[in-house]
Structure formats: structure tokens, C-alpha cells
């Protein structure tokens, strides 16, 4: 039997556990000048080594973001060697990043000798076959933007690979806790709503409790 959520309601929150909450949250989003102006005012230990490694990981995601796959692809195999080795997807979608981009900037005889090269191999492997045939269409259109595989030009395409990359780095969960905590309660606020009927309490909405 699921736990009634309303017994949570008279749980007390730590301070400092939502400090740690909040902090574990900016480390994974790397907003260095944050956490330690956090760790400062709430008393709390981040270390040198953690604050590098944050520069290192900001440094990785930025290039991604930037276009510069290739770059990025070396400064993570010299923070974790064997990183993309062990994880063949992510490998090809930060070789694809560069790929579009040589698409986006209409270099295809480079995007073609690109794909030969690096996306091939992985077109040995099944599981591998129809994501090269997507990246491979783009070349097959004028105007790829407007392509039934317009997506991979997206930014959220490119969003999706940084933060694949970036949890990756951290060995982390897929999500921080701060963004569980906020998936939970949105839960909760759900299974009130549904239990006290829907005259007590409307809809949950994240975008309307943040503007409230």
C-alpha cells in the first residue's frame, strides 16, 4: 500500500540539508561563483578539488555548447579516460554535434569525409545503424533545417548530448536532488489533488507555484 503523502506534512526541514540540497544542485549545473558564495554565507565545505573539477566540467559543457564537439571530446578523455570508451552513445552523439555542425555551416564534402571516418564505425554495430542513417539524411537536403530530421539542428538536440556529457562526468543520477525533491512534490500535490477531489485542490502547476 503507497504511503499517505499526508503524513509528510508536519515533517521538519533541516537548514542545513537544504543548503546541502541546494548546493549539490548548483555543483551539477556548475555555477562555481554560486556555490561558493553559498558554501560562505551557510558555513558549508566544498573543496579546492571539487571547486577544479567544476571549472574542468564547465569548460567541457561550454565547448559542447558552442559547437566545438571535438575539443570537448579531448578535454574529457583527459579528465576521464575512459569515460567515452565505456560509453559508445554518448561518444557518437558528441562525434554527431560536430558532424551537424559542419552541416550547419554547408562544409559537406568536410561533413562527408567527417562520417566516413568517425561515424562508420559505428555503423558496424546494429544498434547503432539508424541513428547514422538519420545523421547521414542531413546531407541529403538543401536546406536540412527543413528536413524531416530538422531536430538534430536543434538546440535542444545539442542541450540533450551537453547534459548526457554532463551527468556522465559526474557519475551522477539523471537528475540532481534538488530536481527529484521538485518531481516528488509534484507528485504529492497530484495525489492530494486526486484524493480531496478536485473542487479543494486545482491542478499542481511548476510554473505557476514558481511565479507565486
Known amino acids: 500500500m503507497d504511503a499517505d503523502p499526508r503524513q509528510y506534512e508536519q515533517i521538519k526541514i533541516n537548514e542545513k540539508d537544504s543548503h546541502n540540497i541546494i548546493l549539490s544542485y548548483l555543483i551539477h549545473a556548475c555555477y562555481k561563483d554560486t556555490v561558493e558564495s553559498l558554501a560562505t554565507s551557510a558555513g558549508l565545505e566544498v573543496s579546492a578539488t571539487r571547486l577544479e573539477d567544476m ?49 550547419r555551416l554547408e562544409k559537406c564534402t568536410e561533413a562527408l569525409e567527417f562520417a566516413r571516418e568517425k561515424l562508420a564505425p559505428f555503423g558496424k554495430m546494429p544498434n547503432y545503424v539508424e541513428k547514422i542513417e538519420d545523421f547521414m539524411a542531413l546531407l541529403a537536403y538543401e536546406e536540412p533545417d527543413t528536413s524531416p530530421m530538422f531536430h538534430l539542428l536543434s538546440p535542444e538536440y545539442r542541450q540533450n548530448v551537453v547534459d548526457s556529457l554532463n551527468r556522465s562526468i559526474l557519475a551522477m543520477p539523471s537528475y540532481s536532488e534538488l530536481e527529484r525533491l521538485i518531481q516528488q512534490a509534484t507528485v504529492v500535490r497530484q495525489c492530494l489533488s486526486e484524493e480531496l477531489g478536485k473542487d479543494v485542490l486545482s491542478p499542481f502547476s511548476l510554473n505557476d507555484f514558481l511565479k507565486s
Open 55 to 103: 571549472d574542468k566540467r564547465r569548460r567541457i559543457l561550454q565547448l559542447a555548447l558552442e559547437g566545438n564537439a571535438l575539443e570537448a571530446i579531448t578535454l574529457t578523455e583527459k579528465v576521464s579516460p575512459e569515460l567515452l570508451q565505456n560509453n559508445k552513445d554518448l561518444h557518437l552523439d558528441l562525434l554527431s554535434l560536430h558532424f551537424i555542425e559542419l552541416i
